[in-house]
Antibody
Framework: QVQLQESGPGLVKPSQTLSLTCSVSSGSISSDDYYWSWIRQHPGKGLEWIGYIFYSGSTYYNPSLKSRVSISVDTSKNQFSLKLSSVTAADTAVYYC?????????????WGQGTLVTVSS | DIQMTQSPSSLSASVGDRVTITCRASQSISNYLNWYQQKPEKAPKLLIYAASSLQSGVPSRFSGSGSGTDFTLTISSLQPEDFATYYCQQSYSALPLTFGGGTKVEIK
């Protein structure tokens, strides 16, 4: 059973860059069957998809965040990463990594436990 | 963006009740609709994909239906472990993928 685990700083200062990594275990990130996504949830709010990456490096981003987001993949480490630049308090959220199927209709069938990132000076 | 609207936003129900949650898309999304359950401080869990397909390991009291713009998640007999927040999500358009606002199911 594949497992995903987020890691990274829990506190980021305003205007800085948020950086998180998702480690994939018990399964290969280099699969034609999956995209690898980042999703966030503001405190007490709903879910917002940030973007995803294919193991080849192809990416899709939420247009609302596209100017500040970068997702990359390291197949040798079986990891993918999120960078969100110029953060403000509005970026305070729980950040999840998740696996999305490439088959259509696609769906998120495996999620990390989530990591809270607080933006504060 | 495809907007997903869930109703109600919250409901109170008793163990054994039949519960229905609806999700409406702002445009037709065929059957590209998924349902998730989220408990406090936990990641969402996939229940239903492609509108009506039950994810492996999910109890059969959960079912999904619908196509086009209107979808339903039904819990046939509510169990204590089902008290949670439920989200729908469309995968018809990845620009961007979007979720409904959630329905919180509480104990009456």
């Amino acid at each position: 059973q594949v497992q995903l685990q987020e890691s990274g700083p829990g506190l980021v200062k305003p205007s800085q860059t948020l950086s998180l990594t998702c480690s994939v275990s018990s399964g290969s990130i280099s699969s034609d069957d999956y995209y690898w996504s980042w999703i966030r949830q503001h405190p007490g709010k709903g879910l917002e998809w940030i973007g995803y990456i294919f193991y080849s490096g192809s990416t899709y981003y939420n247009p609302s965040l596209k100017s500040r987001v970068s997702i990359s993949v390291d197949t040798s480490k079986n990891q993918f990463s999120l960078k969100l630049s110029s953060v403000t308090a509005a970026d305070t959220a729980v950040y999840y990594c998740a696996r999305d199927h490439t088959v259509t209709p696609s769906y998120f069938d495996c999620w990390g436990q989530g990591t809270l990132v607080t933006v504060s000076s | 963006d495809i907007q997903m609207t869930q109703s109600p936003s919250s409901l109170s129900a008793s163990v054994g009740d039949r519960v229905t949650i609806t999700c409406r898309a702002s445009q037709s999304i065929s059957n590209y609709l998924n349902w998730y359950q989220q408990k406090p401080e936990k990641a969402p869990k996939l229940l239903i994909y492609a509108a009506s397909s039950l994810q492996s390991g999910v109890p059969s009291r959960f079912s999904g239906s619908g196509s086009g713009t209107d979808f339903t998640l039904t819990i046939s007999s509510l169990q204590p472990e089902d008290f949670a927040t439920y989200y729908c999500q469309q995968s018809y358009s990845a620009l961007p993928l979007t979720f409904g606002g959630g329905t919180k199911v509480e104990i009456k």
